[in-house]
């Protein structure tokens, strides 16, 4: 029991999102659009959450960057395996772009795994734009359907955004959270010590 005590109630709301991938996927086997809807949605909104209450609460820490940055990939796949499995059409029509899209993210999460052995968790505000837009889209293509303005809007941010976790990657020689964006990073106490080391 002593592990539970490390977490805080910032990292809970993580735990949940990971914790309801499987029933999220149960639900997109049953065919259950509406619940499965719903239970995103709610995954999404904790997303929001944890890191409001980690900074309200001055509870921020590199372990629940980690758990934050899990819980949001494995939460965007399974909406984005939803958006397959109940609007292929859409799919289908504008695979090629979606291909395009997030070919830098895969090369990106590689680059990141090859040099820290990890995800990285800079949790930049073009991060945290580009999740608030996808999170968007995909609840309302499931919701109501496309909406082509949202939809290009969200390719656009999603590519500048991995351009810009690409570059801080090589900005980095050690694994860090919390930068906020390039013209932090240059400023960045824990970068220039790393120069001077260097």
């Not at 499965?36 to 209450?53: C, K, Q, R, V």
């Not at 940055?69 to 499995?85: A, P, R």
């Not at 945290?128 to 909406?147: H, N, R, T």
Request: charged residues 15%; aromatic residues 16%; contains cysteine.
């Amino acid at each position: 029991m002593s592990i539970f005590k490390k977490f805080n109630i910032a990292d809970w709301f993580s735990f949940y999102r990971i914790a309801a991938a499987p029933l999220l996927l149960l639900l997109l086997w049953m065919d259950e659009r509406q619940a499965f809807s719903w239970m995103l949605l709610i995954s999404y909104s904790t997303d929001a959450m944890d890191g409001m209450i980690a900074r309200g609460l001055k509870i921020t820490s590199s372990r629940g960057s980690q758990l934050d940055s899990v819980g949001d990939q494995i939460t965007f796949t399974i909406g984005l395996i939803g958006c397959y499995i109940f609007e292929p059409a859409f799919i289908k029509e504008n695979l090629t772009l979606i291909i395009i899209a997030f070919s830098p993210y895969l090369i990106q999460m590689v680059i990141a795994f090859m040099k820290y052995g990890k995800a990285t968790a800079f949790h930049t505000y073009m991060a945290k734009l580009s999740a608030i837009i996808q999170s968007i889209f995909i609840l309302w293509l499931l919701f109501f359907g496309p909406v082509y303005w949202i939809f290009y809007t969200m390719i656009i941010i999603g590519i500048l955004e991995t351009i810009e976790e690409i570059t801080l990657i090589f900005m980095y020689d050690n694994w860090v959270d919390g930068v906020k964006g390039i013209y932090w990073a240059l400023q960045d106490k824990r970068r220039l010590k790393e120069i001077k080391k260097g």
